[in-house]
C-alpha cells in the first residue's frame, strides 16, 4: 500500500535524514503529492496564456502536471524525472525522459526538439543554488517560457543574471498558504 507523505515538514525530514537522492532513490513508488489540486487549478487557469501543445514536465513526479496536459486534451507532452520515470511510464504509457538537474547543467541531454512550455513543479527548490544558472539558461534553449510552481519562495531565478520573471499568479491552500506559478524568460538585451 502507498504511503502519503502528507505535509512538507515529513519530507523535509526525509531529505534530512536521508538526503534528497537517497530519498527518491528510496521512495520513488510512494511519491504523491498533496498538493496536485493546486498544480490542476494553476495550470488551468493560466491556460489562457501559457501554449501546453508541445510540453515538457521536467522533474515529473508521477506526471502530477501531464496528467493536467492530458486532462485538457494536449496530447503531445513528455516527462523527465531520473528516479520516478517508471511511476511515468505507467501512468501515461510512453516513454518517460530521465535527466537530472546535473545531466542538464552539464549538457549530458539531448531533446528532439523545442518545446512550447516546460513545467517545472514543486521541484527546483531542490537544486542546488550555484547550480540553478545553467539549469534555467539551458533548459531556456529548449523553451521561451520556464514555469515553475512551488509552494516556497524558492527558487529565485529572477536573482539569476539575463534571466526575467515576467508572470506571476498564486493560489492559495485551504490553510491559506500560497502556491505559486511563476513564468522565466531569459531576459531581453537592454543595451
Ligand atoms: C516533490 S517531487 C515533484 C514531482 C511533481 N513534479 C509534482 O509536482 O508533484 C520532486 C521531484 O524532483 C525529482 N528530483 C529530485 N532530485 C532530482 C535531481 N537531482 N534531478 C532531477 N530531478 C530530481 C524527484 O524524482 C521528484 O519526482
Redesign the pocket.
Known sequence: MKKHFDNHNAIRLKYENEG??GF?SKH?DE?Q?PHFEY?RQLIIQNEHHLDYTKGLDF???NG??SQVWQELGYKDFVGS????YNNYEKNFNIPCLKY???DIIKGNFEFSHKFSVIIC???MH?CPEKWLYSLTYNLLEYSQKLVI?TPHKRPQLENLAQIALTFEDFVLTQKGKKVFLKIYEKALNTF
Request: hydrophobic share 45%.
Open positions: 534528497v537522492e527518491y520513488a511519491y503529492n498544480i522533474c515529473a513526479g502530477e502536471v524525472d531520473c528516479f520516478t537530472s538537474f546535473e513543479s514543486f521541484a531542490l510552481i
